[in-house]
């Protein structure tokens, strides 16, 4: 092989690694793109099918339903305009509670209830996660009679 | 009265910043050496105050003096005292008050250690500085006062968030700040260099040090926040890919690929522009990291305070120091040519890919983390980005950049043939390669080919770190501390990869329920809840259960995890049990209570974590020996000019 050969492969092969690794690295990005969803979205079918994405509201109170000694959980997420049932198996977070904004990670259920693999509650009773805070907002706006926590 | 002083003095170390700034600009400008001397005493009065101004905060904190609002809002009389001081940095305002602290620091520590720079460069690094000083002292004044009274005060206080009662999480803030504010220092001498037009391997040796240090108190303090995640969240994860822990991140790679740019400038001249840029980006990710923690743009465990007026103060900052940065690197960067040429194999190209590689780590990373910032600001929707894909674009540039490690290491300057070590590496690999295999296969069972890969890879890399050190001892040569720093962080890196390797491949998790007397099988071990018990902590009331864990009947270990409720803001708090031993962690969280007598609990196996915080550790300590070599300690072209001078300068420093 000549030199000049020689570099042009060099380069072909550097072009197509960089190509690849570009690829991979975005087909990872698309794919982990996780969209954000209200439970009004979810009930009027905005949410996709297939996919995993994550949903924000309030815990309703007195929703909490867990059998004696089971980790099995279910409880209802509610934007104060539609409910959605959120299932989940596990440990919840330390500042899950009744009437507390979460976000679950998951994917909704042929049943029609959301299947979670991730619930997550922060930081203390004053806060809400951005998100959920602004769907409240949202809410909020449209309907000026409902009720609102105060945040 | 205190704390009125302590605001007036932070006015006062403010209104230093301004003729630091100037008289160091201006002075180096047009030559004058008495407005030179004026800046660097403006940085000791500026650190002065500063320090004074901290110590006010952090004495209201001792006295309890819950009329400060900002004391009322983070501590409490029932708070242990090293906590009331860790306090200090517990929130928004006064951590950016420790960040002024540090900032000073770095800045007098210049100043102090410079004696082997020309004045000229001296007192430009301390004007840019001061102007960054001073930019972050507006900020506080003006948005984020921790002076501020409240009336009537508190009868007592809100508590410090119970998260933050923990004694790594009381020494990571300043650690990381150390790291993230020690990158305004390579910043400052990259703009001084750029206003002074000249760029040489004497300006290399002077950053590389400053460089250094910053990057290993960074190193300790992502190090220590990710040990403080694993046993204090509960969720016994080590990294979550979460926007703040990318943000100290980014910083982190940029520092790392600085680090190397600067060995290649320093020793061939080579690199120039790029490392300008490198140090200006490593400034603007932390710039960026603060703005993305302070103005609650991002959902994290760290957004505490959320205000837009903060944000946009930070943003504006970050655009006027990374615009005019930019600015002046576009205005001065032809002048930084260098005509030096390189062979394809040599040293120079190693770390040539080792900078493309980390660049387009962060770059990965940074897109990643700032897209879902981007649609949100534009109404797009909103979305985040889910860990899996910062594991793949962190591991696509990160696989070749290990296997080019070992290599590098080794390759000469200018041309590397490896003639004489070709066979040496070889050698390596293949045991690399053969122990990886056996290792993994006898311990865990092999089931991951890309986890052996990534072994064998970072096996490779710790063989030929210690090639150097052990040659050179046995023919009884010398080793300069900087190429024994540079094998013992490599050596650090590949303890990490394996640690983080194997725990990711090989861990094994479980939540269940169980109850007193029951006992559950996991990962081989058993573990049985004996009781459970009330425990009253100094302001925290608890749930303890004892849990032994046992091996084939024999017991190996007894562990308590609690459930605590901290008493002042009722958050309950997770205290996991863990059994370390070198080669694998048994971490038990307790969950929730499941009602008759019964709780939830998190159960896993880890084996070697240990490693990735070691790994970590060792990786710094990497950097403190490369500090301490002679030659950043001696005077440019001291020892044929001015050998006294030379050696004032070394006892000094």
Same mark, same amino acid.
């Given at each position: 092989?000549?030199?000049?050969?020689?570099?042009?492969?060099?380069?072909?092969?550097?072009?197509?690694?960089?190509?690849?690794?570009?690829?991979?690295?975005?087909?990872?990005?698309?794919?982990?793109?996780?969209?954000?969803?209200?439970?009004?979205?979810?009930?009027?079918?905005?949410?996709?099918?297939?996919?995993?994405?994550?949903?924000?509201?309030?815990?309703?109170?007195?929703?909490?339903?867990?059998?004696?000694?089971?980790?099995?959980?279910?409880?209802?997420?509610?934007?104060?305009?539609?409910?959605?049932?959120?299932?989940?198996?596990?440990?919840?977070?330390?500042?899950?509670?009744?009437?507390?904004?979460?976000?679950?990670?998951?994917?909704?259920?042929?049943?029609?209830?959301?299947?979670?693999?991730?619930?997550?509650?922060?930081?203390?009773?004053?806060?809400?996660?951005?998100?959920?805070?602004?769907?409240?907002?949202?809410?909020?706006?449209?309907?000026?009679?409902?009720?609102?926590?105060?945040? | 009265?205190?704390?009125?002083?302590?605001?007036?003095?932070?006015?006062?170390?403010?209104?230093?910043?301004?003729?630091?700034?100037?008289?160091?600009?201006?002075?180096?400008?047009?030559?004058?050496?008495?407005?030179?001397?004026?800046?660097?005493?403006?940085?000791?009065?500026?650190?002065?105050?500063?320090?004074?101004?901290?110590?006010?905060?952090?004495?209201?904190?001792?006295?309890?003096?819950?009329?400060?609002?900002?004391?009322?809002?983070?501590?409490?009389?029932?708070?242990?005292?090293?906590?009331?001081?860790?306090?200090?940095?517990?929130?928004?305002?006064?951590?950016?008050?420790?960040?002024?602290?540090?900032?000073?620091?770095?800045?007098?520590?210049?100043?102090?250690?410079?004696?082997?720079?020309?004045?000229?460069?001296?007192?430009?690094?301390?004007?840019?500085?001061?102007?960054?000083?001073?930019?972050?002292?507006?900020?506080?004044?003006?948005?984020?006062?921790?002076?501020?009274?409240?009336?009537?005060?508190?009868?007592?206080?809100?508590?410090?968030?119970?998260?933050?009662?923990?004694?790594?999480?009381?020494?990571?803030?300043?650690?990381?700040?150390?790291?993230?504010?020690?990158?305004?220092?390579?910043?400052?001498?990259?703009?001084?260099?750029?206003?002074?037009?000249?760029?040489?391997?004497?300006?290399?040796?002077?950053?590389?040090?400053?460089?250094?240090?910053?990057?290993?108190?960074?190193?300790?303090?992502?190090?220590?926040?990710?040990?403080?995640?694993?046993?204090?969240?509960?969720?016994?994860?080590?990294?979550?890919?979460?926007?703040?822990?990318?943000?100290?991140?980014?910083?982190?790679?940029?520092?790392?690929?600085?680090?190397?740019?600067? !060995?290649?400038?320093? &020793?061939?001249?080579?690199?120039?522009?790029? /490392? $300008? *840029?490198?140090?200006? %980006?490593?400034? +603007? =990710?932390?710039?960026?990291?603060?703005?993305?923690?302070?103005?609650?743009?991002?959902?994290?465990?760290?957004?505490?305070?959320?205000?837009?007026?903060?944000?946009?103060?930070?943003?504006?900052?970050?655009?006027?120091?990374?615009?005019?940065?930019?600015?002046?690197?576009?205005?001065?960067?032809?002048?930084?040519?260098?005509?030096?040429?390189?062979?394809?194999?040599?040293?120079?190209?190693?770390?040539?890919?080792?900078?493309?590689?980390?660049?387009?780590?962060?770059?990965?990373?940074?897109?990643?983390?700032?897209?879902?910032?981007?649609?949100?600001?534009?109404?797009?929707?909103?979305?985040?980005?889910?860990?899996?894909?910062?594991?793949?674009?962190?591991?696509?540039?990160?696989?070749?950049?290990?296997?080019?490690?070992?290599?590098?290491?080794? !390759?000469?300057?200018? &041309?590397?043939?490896?003639?004489?070590?070709? /066979? $040496? *590496?070889?050698?390596? %690999?293949?045991? +690399? =390669?053969?122990?990886?295999?056996?290792?993994?296969?006898?311990?865990?069972?092999?089931?991951?080919?890309?986890?052996?890969?990534?072994?064998?890879?970072?096996?490779?890399?710790?063989?030929?770190?210690?090639?150097?050190?052990?040659?050179?001892?046995?023919?009884?040569?010398?080793?300069?501390?900087?190429?024994?720093?540079?094998?013992?962080?490599?050596?650090?890196?590949?303890?990490?990869?394996?640690?983080?390797?194997?725990?990711?491949?090989?861990?094994?998790?479980?939540?269940?329920?169980?109850?007193?007397?029951?006992?559950?099988?996991?990962?081989?071990?058993?573990?049985?809840?004996?009781?459970?018990?009330?425990?009253?902590?100094?302001?925290?009331?608890?749930?303890?259960?004892?849990?032994?864990?046992?091996?084939?009947?024999?017991?190996?270990?007894?562990?308590?995890?609690? &459930?605590?409720?901290?008493?002042?803001?009722?958050?309950?708090?997770?205290?996991?049990?863990?059994?370390?031993?070198?080669?694998?962690?048994?971490?038990?969280?307790?969950?929730?209570?499941?009602?008759?007598?019964?709780?939830?609990?998190?159960?896993?196996?880890?084996?070697?974590?240990?490693?990735?915080?070691?790994?970590?550790?060792?990786?710094?300590?990497?950097?403190?020996?490369?500090?301490?070599?002679?030659?950043?300690?001696?005077?440019?072209?001291?020892?044929?000019?001015?050998?006294?001078?030379?050696?004032?300068?070394?006892?000094?420093?």
């Amino acid at each position: 092989m000549t030199p000049r050969r020689r570099r042009m492969l060099l380069v072909g092969l550097i072009v197509l690694g960089v190509a690849s690794a570009a690829a991979f690295a975005l087909t990872a990005f698309q794919e982990n793109l996780l969209y954000f969803y209200s439970p009004s979205d979810v009930t009027e079918g905005k949410a996709p099918e297939n996919r995993v994405f994550r949903i924000g509201g309030m815990v309703t109170e007195g929703s909490f339903h867990r059998p004696t000694g089971s980790l099995e959980a279910r409880f209802v997420l509610t934007d104060y305009a539609h409910n959605v049932t959120v299932r989940y198996s596990g440990v919840l977070p330390d500042l899950f509670r009744e009437g507390q904004g979460v976000v679950a990670r998951g994917r909704m259920n042929s049943d029609g209830t959301f299947v979670a693999d991730e619930v997550l509650a922060k930081h203390d009773e004053n806060y809400m996660p951005p998100d959920v805070a602004d769907t409240l907002r949202k809410q909020h706006d449209k309907r000026v009679t409902t009720p609102i926590p105060a945040n | 009265m205190i704390i009125e002083l302590g605001h007036f003095a932070l006015i006062l170390a403010f209104c230093l910043t301004l003729p630091q700034a100037f008289f160091g600009l201006a002075g180096a400008a047009y030559r004058r050496p008495h407005w030179m001397a004026v800046a660097s005493r403006a940085v000791a009065g500026q650190f002065v105050f500063t320090a004074l101004s901290f110590g006010c905060l952090a004495y209201a904190f001792f006295q309890n003096d819950f009329s400060v609002l900002y004391v009322a809002q983070n501590s409490n009389s029932e708070l242990p005292t090293f906590y009331r001081f860790a306090a200090v940095w517990g929130a928004h305002e006064g951590s950016l008050l420790l960040w002024m602290l540090v900032l000073a620091l770095w800045s007098v520590a210049v100043a102090a250690l410079s004696n082997n720079m020309p004045q000229a460069m001296t007192s430009r690094v301390l004007g840019v500085l001061g102007l960054i000083s001073g930019g972050f002292a507006l900020f506080i004044l003006l948005t984020s006062s921790p002076f501020e009274r409240l009336w009537p005060a508190a009868a007592d206080g809100r508590d410090l968030n119970p998260l933050l009662q923990d004694p790594a999480l009381a020494i990571h803030p300043p650690m990381l700040y150390t790291g993230y504010v020690g990158f305004s220092v390579p910043f400052a001498f990259a703009v001084a260099a750029m206003l002074e037009g000249k760029l040489d391997s004497a300006w290399a040796r002077w950053v590389r040090p400053w460089t250094t240090v910053a990057w290993l108190f960074l190193t300790i303090g992502i190090a220590l926040g990710s040990w403080w995640a694993y046993y204090e969240l509960g969720w016994g994860g080590w990294w979550f890919w979460d926007s703040v822990e990318n943000a100290s991140f980014m910083p982190w790679l940029i520092g790392t690929a600085l680090i190397h740019s600067l !060995a290649v400038t320093e &020793k061939r001249g080579l690199f120039k522009s790029w /490392t $300008l *840029l490198l140090s200006i %980006a490593g400034f +603007a =990710l932390a710039l960026l990291g603060t703005f993305l923690v302070r103005s609650g743009v991002i959902e994290s465990v760290h957004a505490f305070a959320s205000d837009p007026g903060r944000g946009l103060f930070i943003l504006v900052f970050l655009a006027a120091c990374v615009g005019g940065a930019l600015g002046l690197y576009a205005w001065r960067a032809p002048l930084f040519k260098s005509n030096v040429g390189f062979a394809p194999v040599s040293r120079e190209s190693f770390l040539l890919l080792n900078n493309v590689l980390l660049v387009a780590a962060t770059g990965l990373i940074l897109l990643g983390t700032l897209y879902p910032v981007f649609l949100d600001a534009l109404n797009l929707g909103k979305i985040s980005v889910g860990p899996p894909y910062f594991t793949v674009a962190f591991l696509i540039p990160m696989l070749p950049l290990v296997f080019l490690l070992a290599p590098g290491m080794h !390759a000469n300057w200018k &041309k590397a043939s490896f003639d004489r070590k070709k /066979t $040496l *590496l070889m050698m390596l %690999a293949a045991a +690399a =390669l053969v122990l990886a295999v056996a290792v993994f296969w006898i311990a865990y069972d092999l089931h991951s080919v890309l986890a052996t890969v990534g072994i064998a890879a970072a096996l490779w890399v710790a063989f030929s770190a210690l090639v150097e050190p052990i040659e050179r001892l046995r023919k009884g040569h010398s080793l300069s501390a900087s190429t024994l720093g540079m094998c013992v962080a490599h050596f650090g890196l590949a303890m990490f990869i394996v640690g983080a390797t194997t725990v990711e491949s090989y861990k094994i998790e479980a939540d269940l329920s169980l109850r007193p007397g029951q006992t559950a099988q996991h990962a081989g071990f058993d573990f049985t809840m004996n009781s459970l018990r009330n425990v009253t902590g100094p302001n925290y009331d608890a749930i303890e259960s004892e849990i032994v864990i046992s091996r084939d009947g024999k017991q190996v270990a007894v562990v308590h995890p609690q &459930k605590r409720t901290y008493r002042v803001q009722t958050n309950p708090m997770t205290e996991a049990g863990i059994d370390v031993r070198w080669n694998r962690d048994l971490f038990v969280a307790m969950g929730e209570p499941l009602g008759d007598g019964a709780w939830s609990l998190r159960l896993q196996y880890k084996p070697l974590i240990r490693f990735i915080w070691l790994g970590a550790l060792v990786i710094a300590l990497g950097g403190v020996i490369s500090v301490c070599d002679r030659r950043y300690r001696q005077r440019v072209g001291a020892t044929a000019a001015a050998p006294e001078g030379a050696a004032k300068t070394a006892s000094v420093s």
